[in-house]
């Protein structure tokens, strides 16, 4: 508990769960869920998009450090170009993510501050460990499917190449790891009716229903 909050405090105040999960697994499909039942869900590719929009602050970092050559012909930031870069390059990642982490992190606080529902969720794809005390998570929920099944659904749902797809997979963290970090585990191997009536289950179960 945060030492600056009070038992009732903590009691009272909006309940924070993360939804982690690699490409393919199913985290969108829970999230779009959980805001169609009402809950408040941040998305923290939305965020990142955002940051970078011409007149926010990650937009002019990220044309200082690239050069104009990762603006489009609309002066948009390329973010498939820029993607692309960092790839292929761990000097241009860490310097992206250096630009970018801390000002998509304010961003999830101040939503996450001002939710008002019975819980917040945020969906997280690259969680890590100590995104727990920096959002002031009660819990984290990994979304996971078997490699196969995920490469399928990037293949035949998302019209990726099966090397493109297989490639972003390895370039991501396990199901093993990802489930090492989270408290519970949703496995989505099946089809989606199956996978909300498993999320369901977990908001009755925490009187989040």
Do not use: C
Request: glycine share 6%; no cysteine.
């Amino acid at each position: 508990m945060d030492p600056d909050v009070t038992e009732a405090d903590y009691r009272g105040r909006v309940k924070r769960i993360a939804l982690s999960g690699g490409i393919g697994a199913g985290k969108s499909a829970v999230s779009d869920y959980l805001a169609s039942r009402g809950y408040f869900v941040v998305d923290a590719d939305a965020v990142a998009r955002h940051v970078v929009e011409p007149g926010q602050s990650a937009y002019v970092a990220l044309r200082d450090a690239f050069g104009t050559a990762v603006l489009t012909a609309e002066r948009t930031i390329d973010r498939v170009f820029l993607a692309e870069i960092v790839f292929h390059d761990a000097t241009a990642l860490r310097r992206l993510n250096a630009i970018t982490h801390s000002q998509i992190g304010r961003e999830i606080v101040a939503a996450l501050d001002g939710a008002d529902a019975p819980a917040a969720f945020v969906a997280l794809p690259l969680f890590r460990p100590e995104h727990r005390e920096a959002f002031r998570l009660d819990e984290v929920w990994a979304v996971l499917a078997r490699p196969e099944v995920a490469l399928k659904r990037l293949v035949e749902h998302r019209g990726l190449r099966i090397d493109d797809a297989t490639n972003r997979m390895k370039a991501q963290a396990s199901n093993e790891e990802r489930a090492a970090t989270a408290d519970v585990v949703l496995w989505n191997d099946a089809t989606l009716a199956e996978l909300f009536t498993h999320v369901e289950q977990l908001l009755d179960q925490r009187d989040l229903a």
